[in-house]
């Protein structure tokens, strides 16, 4: 019922909205981008997260700590389906991020998550393109180089790189869950320099 109600809410607004800054959730296409949990700022969103219209998200860092941000389905759930009426577990999502730390990144690292605090284990379904060894679909303009596991977690690290503080960076992400739910979380962690 509460699903339906939120559902029904964020229709009235249109799919590709932008929101007031500040204001959460964030829709784009069939889900919805939240920065509910602190620690960074969502700022502008466009696209549907298709491959040709991906998912744009603005946001800025306040931190070089970890930050999380919630995703959610805002329409109906339906796997294996290209119909745009549904939440089918596949988002094309590119993050431009700026780090406003005031701290260097020196790495930058994605962990998906389908309980919060918990491993995204291999069997859930959830990751960055599992199914294909070499992608084209995980890149970033300031990151010369990626690596990918998927056991025991979902994770994505961007390494050979650098962003100063007050710079931005850019990050391409395919986002496939072949059992999808209703919410899950995306775990955004710049790593700076060591000493």
Do not use: C
Not at 74 to 94: C, D, M, Q, Y
Not at 115 to 136: A, C, H, I, M, N
């Amino acid at each position: 019922m509460l699903f339906a109600i939120f559902a029904a809410a964020t229709a009235l607004a249109g799919p590709n909205e932008t929101r007031a800054e500040g204001s959460s959730p964030w829709i784009a296409g069939a889900y919805s981008y939240s920065d509910e949990l602190g620690g960074f700022s969502i700022t502008g969103i466009s696209g549907s997260g298709t491959r040709t219209d991906p998912v744009v998200l603005e946001q800025e860092l306040n931190s070089a700590s970890p930050v999380t941000m919630v995703i959610r389905a805002v329409k109906p759930i339906r796997g294996h389906t290209l119909s745009e009426e549904f939440a089918n577990g596949f988002i094309h999502i590119r993050l431009e991020t700026l780090n406003n730390s005031g701290l260097p990144w020196a790495e930058f690292e994605f962990e998906l998550q389908e309980l919060r605090g918990l491993p995204s284990l291999y069997g859930d379904g959830l990751s960055f393109d599992q199914r294909k060894v070499e992608t084209e679909t995980s890149k970033s303009d300031r990151f010369a180089s990626y690596s990918r596991d998927f056991e025991p977690y979902d994770r994505l690290r961007f390494t050979d790189g650098f962003v100063d503080a007050l710079r931005s960076v850019s990050f391409s992400l395919f986002i496939s869950d072949f059992t999808p739910k209703i919410e899950f979380y995306l775990v955004q962690d710049p790593r700076i320099p060591s000493s």
